[in-house]
């Protein structure tokens, strides 16, 4: 499991590790705001437009039932 976690971008643990706890206390109006934010910066890192440029193009790994 750590190895799958590993090649997530950097900034989709963070959001995991530290957003999703928080968000999960807020309000509602509050937490879709946080995970709206979250979600933005989060896709605007350069791995996460490498991995969606590469599911574009057809270049991305499948993706697998874990066993």
Do not use: C, W
């Amino acid at each position: 499991l750590a190895t799958r976690i590993a090649t997530n971008a950097p900034l989709t643990n963070y959001a995991l590790m530290h957003a999703l706890p928080r968000i999960a206390e807020q309000p509602s109006d509050h937490g879709f705001l946080t995970e709206a934010l979250m979600a933005s910066i989060a896709q605007s890192a350069p791995e996460a437009k490498d991995r969606v440029r590469a599911f574009l193009e057809g270049k991305a790994a499948k993706v697998r039932k874990s066993s």
